[in-house]
């Protein structure tokens, strides 16, 4: 629940840029002596930030009410938790700057992260659908699948952040973040700040 919970927090975070502009604030923001390339790095770093913060209370829960024992390997958690929290903002940032008003952005969000939760295992664990191979390139094409994969590897499997399984999903987590970022940047320049 943390994979799916994270992504719907961080898109309404970063649909705030639209609220934004919007209500003009983004309009003042431009206009000041700030570069322009700062006001959307400054909202990815919020975003990234409120979404480290909500997977330390979501673990800090699950190690005290379930005792899931997440705290056993903190290099590993920390590794997943900055890959994840990455391409959940990055990809919140991308729906904020393509889309043209904030409705249009939470309804395609919303589908879109019920669509990946439910193929990318976190509603049940994938191991246990035998998929075809058609079945496999879906899932597998879902950033809720790689999230899994990683968390998976760390809590059941008990890897380090090292093992081959993990630096590869993590590997495909941090190549959406490079994607999703640069196409981010210039819709951001196009449609924001009409460069």
């Given at each position: ?8 927090g ?25 570069p ?35 705290f ?7 590794a ?27 309804g ?15 509603w ?7 998929l ?9 094409s879902t ?18 952040w ?6 590869r999903a ?15 940047w ?10």
């Amino acid at each position: 629940m943390t994979v799916m919970m994270l992504m719907f927090g961080l898109m309404a975070c970063s649909g705030m840029l639209l609220v934004e502009r919007d209500q003009g604030t983004l309009r003042r923001l431009l206009v000041s002596r700030a570069p322009r390339s700062s006001v959307l790095l400054g909202k990815f770093l919020f975003c990234a930030t409120v979404g480290m913060v909500q997977l330390v209370v979501l673990f800090v829960f699950g190690e005290l009410v379930f005792s899931i024992d997440a705290f056993r390997d903190p290099l590993t958690l920390l590794a997943l938790s900055v890959t994840w929290v990455a391409a959940a903002t990055s990809f919140g940032i991308l729906i904020s700057v393509w889309a043209k008003t904030a409705k249009q952005a939470e309804g395609v969000a919303t589908l879109l992260i019920l669509v990946m939760a439910a193929l990318g295992g976190c509603w049940f664990p994938i191991q246990m659908a035998d998929l075809p191979w058609y079945g496999e390139v879906v899932t597998r094409s879902t950033l809720t699948y790689w999230a899994m994969e990683g968390f998976q590897g760390m809590l059941w499997h008990q890897k380090p952040w090292t093992d081959p399984v993990m630096l590869r999903a993590m590997g495909v987590l941090w190549g959406f973040v490079a994607i999703a970022c640069g196409v981010s940047w210039r819709l951001w320049q196009r449609r924001f700040v009409g460069t």
